[in-house]
């Protein structure tokens, strides 16, 4: 039975930056690969980043590409967020997810994953 607990979040001016964190505690399963959505009141939820950790390959969601840089230590479990030239609608609550079923490539949609976080609150003002 393995845990997600996401640290960081809080308010941030545009253009600033960020930094999430997310580690997985336990050790019923191991991931294979974890990733980050967002979901903002009222809008789906939507997919931000993911590793796989066999060759690092990572995805990115086309608004945040070229700003957010996802990375991790998989002998840890952890997996990082790191949020650049943050915008307005960057505004949502942030999800950590975890692939626990070694899927292959870059999982990009929610009902791939089978382990979650609570979940964090991002808010950039202005």
């Known amino acids: 039975q393995v845990q997600l607990v996401e640290s960081g979040g809080g308010l941030v001016q545009a253009g600033g930056s960020m930094s999430l964190s997310c580690t997985a505690s336990?050790?019923?399963?191991?991931?294979?690969?974890m990733g980050w959505f967002r979901q903002a009141p009222g809008k789906e939820r939507e997919f931000v980043a993911a590793?796989?950790?066999?060759?690092?390959?990572?995805a990115y969601a086309d608004s945040v590409k070229g700003r957010f840089t996802i990375s991790g230590d998989n002998a840890m479990n952890t997996v990082y967020l790191q949020m650049n030239s943050l915008k307005a609608e960057d505004t949502a609550v942030y999800y950590c997810?975890?692939?626990?079923?070694?899927?292959?490539?870059?999982?990009?949609?929610?009902?791939?994953?089978?382990?979650w976080g609570r979940g964090t609150q991002v808010t950039v003002s202005s």
């Open positions: 997810a975890g692939d626990t079923r070694g899927r292959l490539g870059v999982p990009l949609v929610a009902s791939l994953y089978d382990l």
């Open positions: 336990g050790r019923t399963s191991s991931t294979y690969a």
């Open positions: 590793i796989r950790w066999s060759g690092g390959s990572a």
